[in-house]
């Protein structure tokens, strides 16, 4: 079989990935490469470049314009914006581990690999409306988290995460199966977009059978944003993860499937009109039920990552409010405000490596007055935490107000007032983990500890924090420059949403 | 047509009830059961639901050749979820000596 320049070019942003990891794979054979420092690097830097190729692949394409497709695969403008998206992310998140893994003594080139097959999988999966590989991109990328999240099997906490993952994200995948094989029982076509129209002709758009179909596979896509009651693994799952794999779910998993919920439930199922209304009156109820929950249970935290798992509960509740409001203004908001959640979440993951805070001690005791002696980081961690928090003249605040002010215009008054306050009392977990920073003194136990051990050595980890710093500033003041050159061309061009 | 007969002999809401009915077994065994390994196979089983009616709704459709294919892949990717599910659980049974999803608290506050 051979194929046309465009069907390759369609495939290429997926496959140099997979090359790279195939390589990593290979290399990491070696059973001198806990011991042999050149192997380690060329496999970091393997890594790297097979994420660079795909990363100046996509934005070429995006230069040109041009959007290939390889049958069911459609590379168009949004999925090149979620596959850049998702290499940033990965690229991030190789930095940081190179750091991450040496402070905890367990550098191994499977993470690297299965790193890499994830961000193809969700690639993947944010760039078809095709049942059959979407399901195939949502396993691709689910199953490779589940052994990241287990992977320092030397800990308990790692298995014990990486299981209660497993179990729950196993059987969310089964529902999303079931879901799609129900939809595709009373179409008969694997198509989501053509099943749409075939319902509505033949007037089964509220046949119970397809209200099942629906809900089951928005069941799959909620417990991947970790939106209420479908988030009870996050905390878990990011406390036992290596920081880097646990910025990397919280970011990517999360952008990627709101992307795909984008491109199925207001893109696909447009035409269901009854159904559609029905599942915005369910996303509206569980978008308050996550704000409200993960906003109240991160306030009671002792430990850093689980403040940021209920954090990103919280973020998975202000972005549903986007799909409530459902205006394609809405929409524009929620891709801008998953980029710059990007940066300011890698960027608050990274912050614990760049301190050198490995195994169980992420708590903000751990913290107290770390600010003051790495004042680059100290500066980035007061970036990311306002900006989570939505304080004015950070990226943060210019994505919760472009969500919130399309609330208000279609009539959402009530949930933008509730959004308002979930921030405000949001501010107080985020400013907690300042206070631990820069006002608290450390432990005299703690200093002894430190002194004992040599200075913490972080560059790539600092580094990417610090470009996730610039990227969370750049986006407060130049955020229409960015949501009109990226975030509405991709739901223009790609989905044909506006009009 | 009895409904034993109706199940043996092709009606398409035979294999549907199966198929629920199996999907709703293996999400009570994942919900209720305390053992990771049976926990393990709930999981397999709802898979396997989801398989039942897919090949009935195919042949239903006229044998569906894509959704014959589709089940092939199914069936892959069930086999790459035992193998990390499994290595799992061997991992978290090397800690604690146990397979018992109670006694795997340690992550809680």
Sequence with gaps: MSLTPSQW?????????????CVIVIMSLDTDQATTKWIRGAMYGTALLAVA?????????????????????????LAQFTGIFVMVAAALTVLQSWDHFHQEGWVKGETLALLLF???????????????????????????????????????ESAEG??????????????????????????????????????????????????????????GFLFKVSAVPFHQWTPDAYEAAPHPIAGFMSVATKGVAFIALLRVFPGSFAPLGAL????????????????????LTALVQSNVKRMLAYSSISHAGYLLLG???????????????????????????????????????????????????????????????????????????????????????????GLAILGVLASLVSAYYYLRLLVALFLQAPSA???????????????????????????????????????????????VEGLGLLR | MTGMDAILHGGLQGYLVVALLLFGLGLATVLLRRTLLLQFMGVELMLNAANVALLAFARFHGGDAQAMVFYLFIIAVAACEAAIGLALVIGLYRHRDTTDSDRATSLKQ
Excluded at chain 1, 59 to 69: E, F, H, N, R, Y
């Design chain 1, 9 to 21: 070019a369609a495939l290429l942003p997926l496959l140099i990935p997979v090359f790279g990891a």
């Design chain 1, 53 to 77: 190729g795909s990363f100046w692949y996509l934005t070429d394409l995006w230069k040109a314009g041009s959007q290939p497709a390889f049958f069911q695969l459609h590379m168009d403008r």
């Design chain 1, 118 to 156: 994830s961000a193809v999988g969700m690639m993947l999966f944010a760039s078809t409306t095709h049942f059959v590989t979407l399901f195939l991109g949502l396993e691709l990328f689910s199953i490779p988290l589940y052994a990241l999240v287990g992977t320092v099997r030397a800990r308990s």
């Design chain 1, 162 to 219: 990486g299981m209660k993952y497993f179990l729950t994200g196993a059987v969310a995948s089964s529902c999303f199966l079931m879901g799609g094989v129900l939809i595709y029982g009373l179409s008969g076509t694997f198509d989501l977009a053509a099943a749409a129209s075939i319902l509505t002709v033949k007037g089964l758009a509220l046949d119970p059978l397809v209200l099942v179909g629906a809900a089951l596979m928005l069941l």
């Design chain 1, 276 to 295: 559609g209304m029905k599942m915005q009156a369910v996303v509206a109820i569980l978008a308050v039920a996550t704000l409200v929950l993960g906003n």
């Design chain 1, 323 to 413: 799909f409530v409001a459902g205006t394609p203004a809405a929409y524009t908001g929620v891709l801008f405000y998953l980029v710059i959640y990007l940066a300011m979440n890698m960027g608050a993951f990274g912050l614990l490596t760049a301190f050198g805070l490995v195994g169980e001690h992420t708590t903000f005791e751990d913290l107290r007055g770390l600010g003051w002696k790495r004042p680059a980081m100290g500066f980035a961690a007061a970036v990311f935490m306002l900006s989570l928090a939505g304080i004015p003249p950070l990226g943060g605040f210019y994505g919760k107000y472009m969500i919130f002010r399309e609330l208000v215009g279609t009539g959402h008054v």
């Design chain 1, 445 to 491: 136990e703690a200093e002894r500890l430190a002194s004992d051990r040599p200075a913490v050595h972080a560059p790539l980890a600092g580094a990417a924090v610090l470009v996730c710093a610039v990227i969370v500033l750049a986006g407060g003041f130049l955020q229409y420059a960015l949501v009109d050159g990226f975030a509405k061309r991709a739901l």
